[in-house]
């Protein structure tokens, strides 16, 4: 809501708690006519109004860069150490692969946004609980059946970048 005189009707950290989802009472951001909390029904469809909203203030879009390196990791098992350190259990890594789902399933009505999401190699390990053979939804959308690698599919919506090994660089190098 933009006000005549240039003034909000709710001053700005109460908007900033807002939308990093820490706001405690949803009455101090009502006079700005938000009735909701940002909450993991709403925020996919907050962030597809805000990556078109800032194609329609000039700019290209929006990236948005989610590293889930966090959610491969256990919790070393002493818990009484001071370990001030954010681990997520099982559910809460199954969880966050649903949301990517959902991101992957909702693609057609987003716009001007990029996805990126960063893992580390047990992500595509088939042993290991936590990586994305947890969780065949969100593998089976991101998997190439068939691939063939020494040609690159344009049309392709998954992207893997992996470390060269160091005696393909060398060849390369040396045959430019």
């Known amino acids: 809501q933009l006000d005549p005189n240039g003034m909000s009707p709710v001053p700005a950290d109460v908007i900033k708690e807002w939308l990093r989802g820490g706001l405690q009472r949803l009455s101090e951001i009502k006079p700005a006519l938000i009735f909701q909390k940002v909450a993991r029904d709403n925020a996919r469809y907050l962030l597809a109004s805000l990556s ?4 329609l203030a000039g ?13 491969l990791m256990q919790r070393p098992r002493p818990k009484d150490l001071q370990d001030e350190s954010r681990y997520y259990s099982l559910a809460m890594t199954l969880d966050t692969y649903e949301l990517l789902r959902q991101c992957i399933d909702a693609t057609d009505e987003t716009e001007f946004c990029l996805t990126t999401v960063i893992a580390p190699p047990a992500f595509l390990h088939p042993d290991d609980r936590r ?10 959308r991101i998997w190439d059946e068939v691939r063939d690698k020494q040609r ?4 392709s919506t998954l992207v893997r970048l992996a470390p060269v ?3 393909d660089h060398v060849a390369t ?3 430019v």
Do not use: E, T
């Open 59 to 71: 700019k290209k879009g929006l990236v948005l860069a989610i590293d889930i390196s966090r959610c």
């Open 152 to 155: 690159v599919n344009p049309l």
């Open 165 to 167: 090994p160091q005696a």
């Open 52 to 55: 078109h909203w800032a194609h």
């Open 131 to 140: 990586g994305v053979y947890g969780y065949d939804a969100l593998r089976m």
């Open 173 to 175: 190098a040396g045959g």
